[in-house]
């Protein structure tokens, strides 16, 4: 499975931005790039995904690199609610259907 | 619409027992992964069903079995009960017909084994 690498913790103040950067140098051509956060004792919850273009919902954007080696996720106005480990994760078709390689994700911490 | 709906929340089992664990996917999702979530080991993937088919499996031994009913609703089950199966057990249901598909995660359910 395609590995990501993550920094192991982000700090970010209330209301700016954050860049939550994602490496995946081993990405292959069908591989969608997906994020997830978890807060304790919660499930994951989906943030956003993609496969080459940029992302944009209502949580977050996302910027894929023209060559896909990595990713970032963006927050616009961090919140206090946005505290979580945030989770980037390959996926892959064929053999790998509903499966996701977790790795240890990035801690966020927001501070008022 | 509802999400993923995983039964019971909490329980607490003994070494050498079994357990089974409930997962009722998002309406119209076929496919139903399982995971495993430790403070040491991270979130691990177990198997993943579509249609009624086991998929694909992850690096657990054979304690660890599952099955999917027509109605897409999933059961995993652990027979003989180690302590190092505590832990939170997470099902995502998908459509699961193209890796581009959203994942969406139950709440978990906390074994204890003591």
Redesign the interface.
């Known amino acids: 499975d395609a590995k990501t690498t993550q920094p192991n913790s982000m700090e970010s103040n209330e209301e700016e931005p954050v860049h939550l950067p994602c490496n995946h140098s081993t990405i292959s051509g069908t591989d969608y790039i997906h994020w997830y956060r978890q807060l304790p004792s919660q499930g994951p919850e989906y943030v956003i995904h993609g496969l080459t273009s940029n992302v944009n919902n209502r949580m977050a954007s996302l910027a894929i690199a023209e060559d896909r080696k990595s990713s970032t996720l963006i927050l616009h106005r961090a919140t206090l609610r946005d505290a979580a480990v945030y989770y980037c994760i390959l996926s892959a078709g064929g053999t790998s259907y509903g499966k996701l390689t977790f790795g240890q994700g990035t801690i966020l911490t927001v501070h008022p | 619409k509802a999400g ?1 709906t995983q039964t019971p929340r909490y329980l607490i089992k003994t070494r050498g027992q079994q357990v089974t664990l409930s997962c009722s996917p998002i309406s119209g999702h076929r ?3 399982w ?1 495993q979530q430790t403070p040491g080991q ?4 177990l198997f ?1 069903y ?1 249609s009624e088919t086991q ?2 499996k ?1 690096n657990f031994p054979g304690r660890f079995s599952g099955r999917q009913f027509s109605n897409s609703r999933s059961e995993m089950n652990v027979s003989t009960l180690e302590l190092g199966d505590s832990a ?1 057990y ?1 099902c ?1 249901s ?1 459509r ?1 017909d ?3 598909n ?7 359910s906390w074994l204890t084994v003591v």
């Open positions: 993923v496919s139903v992964s995971y991270g979130l691990q993937f993943e579509f998929r694909n992850g939170l997470l995502a998908s699961g193209n890796s581009g959203t994942i969406y995660f139950g709440e978990g």
